[in-house]
Each structure stands twice: as structure tokens, then as C-alpha cells.
């Protein structure tokens, strides 16, 4: 049995800067989910689903009040390293995203 865990990210609509740009592959599943109103990112493990979420929430941080992580519970340590290592202002993370 797999425990489903939804970690919720309060983010405010303050600008934040990535530290890496999306890989060639991520592009696509990007620019995707961004006509989109709601969807999933149904992509194999290690290609970039967390890095490719950042993005969305970076492009649409004026639109969006949350970002929901449907994860299983032992990955949740797993994003927020991910977050924290996307973000390149590490003095607006706390502000930026806060678990809830």
C-alpha cells in the first residue's frame, strides 16, 4: 500500500529567482501545464517532475495562492530539498513557501 500525502505550500506572490533552468525534456511538460487549468505530470522517476513544478509556480506566482504535492509520505523530505535547492534567494524561502 502506497500512503498519499497532500503538503501544501503557501507562497506569496513575491518575485523569487530560480538557481537552474529546465532541462530540454522538462520544456515541453512545462509549456503544457501552463495552458492548462489544472492537470498532473506523469513522468518516470528522476526526470524532473519537482524541478518542472517549481516552474509553473514560478511562471504563474501572480496567479496561484497554493501549490499541492500529491507525493508518497516518505518523499515529502524529498521536495522540500528540491525546493530549497531551486530557489536561489535562500533569505526569501521561508517567506516564499511555507508548509502547511
Known amino acids: 500500500m502506497i500512503v498519499l500525502s497532500a503538503w501544501t505550500y503557501q ?3 513575491a518575485n523569487f529567482s530560480l538557481t537552474t533552468e529546465l532541462l530540454p525534456h522538462q ?3 512545462a509549456e503544457k501545464m501552463l495552458r492548462t487549468t ?3 505530470l506523469f513522468m ?3 526526470t524532473g517532475k519537482s524541478r ?3 516552474e509553473l509556480a514560478h511562471r504563474r506566482i501572480s496567479k496561484i495562492d497554493k501549490v499541492v504535492w ?3 509520505v516518505s518523499l515529502k523530505e524529498t521536495v522540500r530539498q528540491e525546493v ?3 530557489i536561489a534567494d ?3 524561502l521561508k517567506e516564499l513557501i511555507s508548509a502547511l
Do not use: H, L, S, Y
Open 11 to 13: 507562497m506569496n506572490t
Open 27 to 29: 520544456v515541453p511538460a
Open 38 to 40: 489544472i492537470g498532473a
Open 44 to 46: 518516470d522517476m528522476g
Open 52 to 54: 518542472t513544478t517549481i
Open 70 to 72: 500529491f507525493c508518497p
Open 84 to 86: 530549497e535547492k531551486n
Open 90 to 92: 535562500k533569505k526569501k
